[in-house]
T-cell receptor, first 115, second 115 residues
Framework: GNSVTQMEGPVTLSEEAFLTINCTYT??????LFWYVQYPGEGLQLLLK?????DKGSNKGFEATYRKETTSFHLEKGSVQVSDSAVYFC??????????????FGKGTLLTVNP | DAGVIQSPRHEVTEMGQEVTLRCKPI?????LFWYRQTMMRGLELLIY????????DSGMPEDRFSAKMPNASFSTLKIQPSEPRDSAVYFC?????????????FGPGTRLTVL
């Protein structure tokens, strides 16, 4: 089956620090990979995605590269802001077995950025 | 676009009462999903509708849970009778389809507390 493993949080950084949140996956079939962000009291929002190996998704200064050889999709940002404080979810979907609607989520990583 | 709309945002009820959660998907989206989020289990897919038809309800916890989608712009999730272990945040999400890489749009969620 499909699974996503994220680094456990919480992660606490100072403003302008470098961020990495690790994500690895196992999947049957060829997965598409996503990062979603959940701000306090809100629903999940798509942050970025990549649909094939070596693709780089990017948005709002965040980046993640689809690494098939290491089955990873690590999230990075060069300089975090207080407003980036949120829970980040790595997720995948595959097109095998007729269940392409299933989005498998990691457990989420809470990021807190202090001024 | 207003995004996915859910109501109520918060619901507090007593054990044994009926609870109805409502969702209006983004206009033009033909796929609708109900999720439940708890600290213990993370995000769980409860049910998936395509073109108003339930496709997969295997995630519905038990017979106390039911979901309907009478038309393309409205869905309900009902719990009857409610129990304290149903306390969670319930999210509705919609998308234009379920092709690989398709983005999913989440509502703000309904925080349910069953006393």
């Amino acid at each position: 089956g499909n699974s996503v493993t994220q680094m456990e949080g919480p992660v606490t950084l100072s403003e302008e620090a470098f961020l990495t949140i690790n994500c690895t996956y196992t999947a049957t079939g060829y997965p598409s990979l996503f990062w979603y962000v959940q701000y306090p009291g809100e629903g999940l929002q798509l942050l970025l995605k990549a649909t094939k190996a070596d693709d780089k998704g990017s948005n709002k200064g965040f980046e993640a590269t689809y690494r098939k050889e290491t089955t990873s999709f690590h999230l990075e940002k060069g300089s975090v802001q207080v407003s980036d404080s949120a829970v980040y979810f790595c997720a995948l979907s595959t097109n095998s077995g007729g269940s392409n609607y299933k989005l498998t989520f990691g457990k989420g990583t809470l990021l807190t950025v202090n001024p | 676009d207003a995004g996915v709309i859910q109501s109520p945002r918060h619901e507090v009820t007593e054990m044994g009462q009926e609870v109805t959660l409502r969702c209006k998907p983004i206009s033009g989206h033909n796929s609708l999903f109900w999720y439940r989020q708890t600290m213990m289990r993370g995000l769980e897919l409860l049910i998936y509708f395509n073109n108003n038809v339930p496709i997969d309800d295997s995630g519905m916890p038990e017979d106390r849970f039911s979901a309907k989608m009478p038309n393309a712009s409205f869905s309900t999730l009902k719990i009857q009778p409610s129990e304290p272990r149903d306390s969670a945040v319930y999210f509705c999400a919609s998308s234009t389809g379920t092709r690989p890489g398709e983005s999913r749009f989440f509502g703000p969620g309904t925080r349910l507390t069953v006393l």
